[in-house]
């Protein structure tokens, strides 16, 4: 596997894959690298024919008090991993590489879609997420590039902006991968301890029962919302960020799930926010 460790030189070498007719399929991550990741390479693998993984810790998408200087690192065990799946190229950037001094452009993307959920908890976050993915896109000239459904409000504002932005290229969703008790693989599940690891689990349940309400006939999104709360609130360590209930193609209220829907948490135990969702079609 091909180390790039610089912009420039990733760019050229991008370029030369692509003038020799080559497809390229770029994982964006932030590294500390688990099976959700691994799954989007494995696509990317079965979809491409050279595959680009980005290891970069992005600071302009962490707000101010968040777990930039935490964020889990461990790139020698992240190269390990990629090498076992075949991956092309590790584009492992320097900070002072993308955001050099003086460094003043940013992408926002406007509308419903940044203003609820992470959005309306983590201010500028995804001003941050789309500047990065902009600049990958431009680095790593990918054909396809490959994001998991687990963020899946991240995967909806990154669809927005390149077709805004006419950029030429495909984005690919991931389903969500889980631990054989259902809780969503994250980066930032290392943080929990023993107690909270067990009670993380509420995160899941709680969609689950709102998922098997649907199904039984349940329309009223308040209603949903509720049991997904009172499935949370067991758990005595849960502090609630979210929990929603949205049109699935673009975020847009509803009253009743009447079309497909994207259920939706965020929940903090003690100083580690996950996330988790589900999408439901009636
Ligand atoms: O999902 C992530 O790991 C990050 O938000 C991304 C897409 C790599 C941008 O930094």
């Known amino acids: 596997m091909l180390i790039l460790d610089g912009v420039k030189v990733a760019q050229q070498w991008c370029l030369e894959q ?15 690298l688990h099976q959700g990741h691994l799954s989007l390479v494995q696509e990317a693998r079965q979809q491409c024919d050279v595959v680009v993984v980005s290891i970069f810790v992005n600071p302009i998408q962490f707000g101010v008090g968040e777990d930039f200087e935490t964020y889990p690192r461990d790139l020698s065990r ?3 991993l990629l090498e076992e799946e075949a991956v092309d190229a590790l584009f492992a950037p ?37 500047t990065v993915v ?21 995967v909806m504002v990154i669809e927005k902006m390149v077709r805004e932005l006419n950029f030429p290229l495909q984005i690919v969703r991931v389903p969500i991968v889980r631990e054989e008790d259902g809780l969503a ?12 690891r067990r009670q993380a689990l509420v995160l899941n349940q709680a969609l689950r029962e709102a998922e098997m309400h649907v199904q039984q006939g ?19 360590q849960a502090v609630i960020d979210y929990i929603d209930i949205y049109d ?27 996330i988790d969702n589900r999408l439901v079609e009636v």
Do not use: W
């Open 218 to 236: 349940e329309r009223n999104v308040a209603r949903l919302k509720e049991i997904m709360r009172k499935v949370i609130a067991s758990s005595p």
């Open 94 to 130: 320097l900070i002072s590489d993308m955001y050099p001094p003086g460094y003043n452009s940013f992408v926002e993307v406007g509308g419903e879609i940044t203003a609820k959920l992470c959005g309306a908890s983590r201010p500028g976050h995804f001003k941050g997420v789309a």
């Open 78 to 80: 992240d190269q390990a």
């Open 248 to 274: 699935a193609a673009d975020l847009g209220d509803m009253e009743q799930v009447d079309r497909k829907a994207l259920m939706a948490l965020a929940v903090k135990f003690g100083n580690t926010r996950l």
């Open 18 to 32: 692509k003038r020799a007719g080559k497809s390229i399929g770029l994982v964006p991550t932030m590294g500390y």
């Open 185 to 196: 693989k994250s980066s930032r599940n290392v943080y929990l301890d023993e107690e909270q």
């Open 134 to 154: 902009s600049k990958l896109f431009n680095i790593c000239l990918p054909d396809k590039a490959f994001f998991g459904q687990k963020d899946a409000q991240q």
